[in-house]
């Protein structure tokens, strides 16, 4: 896993307000509040909610659909993301890859006894999951980045159209060796172990088109399901309930909204099923937040840590509630500068810049400064990366969070549309899109 080692927090004036003394602007958008179809109704299972505990390694997700899996297939607890710079010079070598990826990637999610060892040579398999791979809830989920389109003139106009680097908002301290990339993978498994095992596969087989350029674990604490039979979220590393108010994964119809580009986008006709993908890796200053008082850190997200309802929402509620910010205009119950006011203010036109998060709590031991290194894997996905991650992002700049969490790495990505059946391959659409240019008139 790559290490870093991101810039040192700012001390502020001694007798300073922790709401009036910002550390500059921006954050990762770390809880989204939506206004439609909100994750947690009775029987869900989707993105937001916490994993359950006691996760059956039987557990199978299908490589195979319209969509890849991965994006609205519900959450379990272990996660990694992995960026790679690619070696390819031409769409031969792009298509060899791919099948020979989407070969990899179907047998590590239906699992299976591994080949035979020739003792001379090479074991074929790690082995760290022993001789029969089970599929452990695993979903691997591709995506590329602008990197790859931008320095091959047979793909640069098929790039698409909102895809480019992330740049730095504000508040990022961005460290160029953990962002960006040729292309992204999404590994979620119900054990770290599944995952870790998955990637040395791929790196294993596909080293001569793809090199390491940076890796961070994650991971989802289990929560059981409250006494109403609904399904909590999971807490941050903050201690608060993290994607309360996540669009619902199963609704359909909002995430043909929401989520997957289709005609109704502006994109290349190869992207459609796809999405794009925002990560961000966000530290978060721990010991200082732990020193805040607890009404303080509630009005800085707009929550009840506790429950995770939102502030002045009254006994009994549930971070389910709907905030009513129409009777709070001055910002006297959640103040207006709250996480998740910003976020999402619940206006007719905020409703355009809801996206899907997906995200995981992550641990890297001790930073240069002495401090923990933990923090938030975000990651999102949306239709318009302009009207969504971004125009969130821009929101929040400035937000009284930003004193105890710093954006150091990620990236935008687009997710491949799925596999549509064993006869398929991750990318056809492009790599076809590529050919028909290369032998139309020009």
Partial sequence: MTTFKPSRPKHHPRGASRRQVLVGFGTGAVALAGGRALAGSEGDEQVA??????ADQLQRQSFYGIHQAGITTARPAAGLVTAFDLIVQSPDDLETMLRLLTERISFLMHGGETPTADPKLPPPDS???????????????????????EGRPWLAPLKPRQLVRMTQFPNDALDRDICHGDLAIQFNANLQDTNIHALRDIVKNLSQFMVLRWSQEGSVPVAAPMEDGREPTA???????DGSANPNSTDTALMNEIVWVGPHNDEPEWAHGGTYQAVRIIRNFVERWDRTPLREQEEIFGRAKATGAPLGAGPGATEYDTPDYASDPDGAITP????????????????????????????????????LDQGLLFIAYQADLEKGFIAVQNRLNGEPLEEYI??????????????RDPGDYLGRSLVEAVRRRATSPS
């Fill in 49 to 54: 909610v916490a994993p359950k505990g006691n």
């Fill in 127 to 149: 082995g760290i999951l022993g001789p029969v791979i089970e599929p452990d809830n695993l979903t691997i989920t591709v995506s590329f980045g602008a990197s790859l389109f």
């Fill in 235 to 241: 807490r941050n590393f903050l201690g608060f309930h």
């Fill in 336 to 371: 207006l500068d709250a996480h998740i006011r910003l976020a999402n203010p619940r206006t007719r036109a905020s409703e355009e810049n809801l996206i899907l998060r997906r995200a995981f709590n992550y641990s890297n031991g001790v930073a240069s400064s002495g401090q």
């Fill in 406 to 419: 710093k954006p150091v790495g990620g990236g935008y990505f687009y997710a491949l549309p799925g596999v």
